[in-house]
């Protein structure tokens, strides 16, 4: 067992299985008392079992660690309210939630449903607020605490998750809020872009040139629940971690711009707007046909 979280309470959600398991053993390791939450339901986010999350508990007592489970489905508030509630009960406190929990359903966005767009914004970034919500309630007046939200690079954009990208895109910006409005408090809030092996990750029509393990991932996430990220003003960032490397993506901001006296017109728009604001390059549209060309020839292309 190490110290580097010692005498901390961590809840970790989607922590049953993959990434969300190995950051809640990750913590348990280095003196974190944790709060294992999974729903257990499948990668399309039906079945729901709660062994899942009593067996990692189990896990984390067997190597001398302290946890306790919840099965909630953290979309709903009282899911989100009971995962911090069940921390504060058990451990007297709450010091970092780490929000993992996620689901699929792959469409492409002209035949896309209500149903298959749903219940994965609800899982990805309701379920985050929820969990943020509740959580950062309590640090407030603690005075300290960490929100670790879970993204993707597919932030970026899919072609047949438009659900998925959608809900990872706002949880940047909902981890950027937090960022700004709890810094008073002593509070950091920052997300983590995983790349690695997971029942997530098995179905990426690439073959990814990084691609790490999720203990890999839990080692990032270990690091910012710690003093250490917080003394370092480690706050309002996106990471991406896939195995060796660890990388941090651009906060937003303007690159170019034009004015116009007297007011636009689509005319001078036309005129203007190419040679002085032009675009920004889209690369994902060059891997988008990268990946046309390679199955036009039977190959899978590389990422």
């Given at each position: 067992m190490g110290n580097f979280l010692a005498g901390k309470v961590v809840a970790v959600t989607g922590a049953g299985r993959g990434i969300g398991r190995a950051v809640a053993l990750a913590a348990a390791a280095e003196g974190a008392r944790v709060v294992v939450n999974d729903y257990g339901v499948s990668v399309d986010g039906v079945s729901p079992t709660s062994e899942v999350a009593e067996g990692v508990v189990k896990e984390i007592e067997a190597a001398g660690g302290e946890a306790v489970a919840v099965a909630d489905d953290v979309s709903t508030m009282a899911g989100g309210q009971r995962v911090v509630d069940t921390a504060v009960s058990a451990y007297g406190r709450i010091d970092g939630v780490?929000?993992?929990?996620?689901?699929?359903?792959?469409?492409?966005?002209?035949?896309?449903?209500?149903?298959?767009?749903?219940?994965?914004?609800?899982?990805?970034?309701?379920?985050?607020?929820?969990?943020?919500?509740?959580?950062?309630?309590?640090?407030?007046?603690?005075?300290?605490?960490?929100?670790?939200?879970?993204t993707s690079g597919n932030h970026q954009g899919s072609v047949s998750q438009a659900n998925y990208s959608a809900a990872k895109g706002g949880v940047i910006s909902l981890v950027r809020s937090a960022a700004l409005g709890l810094n008073r408090y002593g509070v950091t809030a920052n997300a983590v872009a995983p790349v690695a092996r997971t029942r997530m990750s098995a179905g990426v029509p690439t073959e990814l040139a990084e691609m790490g393990e999720p203990?890999?991932?839990?080692?990032?996430?270990?690091?910012?629940?710690?003093?250490?990220?917080?003394?370092?003003?480690?706050?309002?960032?996106?990471?991406?971690?896939?195995?060796?490397?660890?990388?941090?993506?651009?906060?937003?901001?303007?690159?170019r711009s034009a004015?116009?006296?007297?007011?636009?017109?689509?005319?001078?728009?036309?005129?203007?707007?190419?040679?002085?604001?032009?675009?920004?390059?889209?690369?994902?549209?060059?891997?988008?046909?990268?990946?046309?060309?390679?199955?036009?020839?039977?190959?899978?292309?590389?990422?």
């Open positions: 780490v929000c993992v929990a996620g689901i699929l359903r792959e469409r492409m966005l002209f035949n896309m449903t209500e149903e298959e767009w749903d219940p994965v914004v609800a899982t990805h970034l309701k379920g985050t607020f929820t969990v943020f919500r509740a959580a950062s309630a309590v640090m407030r007046k603690q005075g300290a605490g960490a929100l670790i939200g879970f203990e890999d991932v839990a080692a990032l996430v270990v690091y910012l629940l710690s003093d250490p990220a917080r003394e370092q003003g480690v706050t309002g960032q996106v990471y991406t971690v896939a195995g060796a490397k660890i990388a941090v993506w651009a906060q937003p901001r303007e690159l004015y116009a006296s007297g007011g636009w017109t689509p005319e001078k728009i036309a005129e203007i707007l190419p040679g002085s604001v032009g675009v920004d390059p889209m690369p994902m549209l060059e891997r988008v046909e990268a990946m046309r060309r390679a199955a036009a020839e039977g190959s899978r292309p590389n990422a």
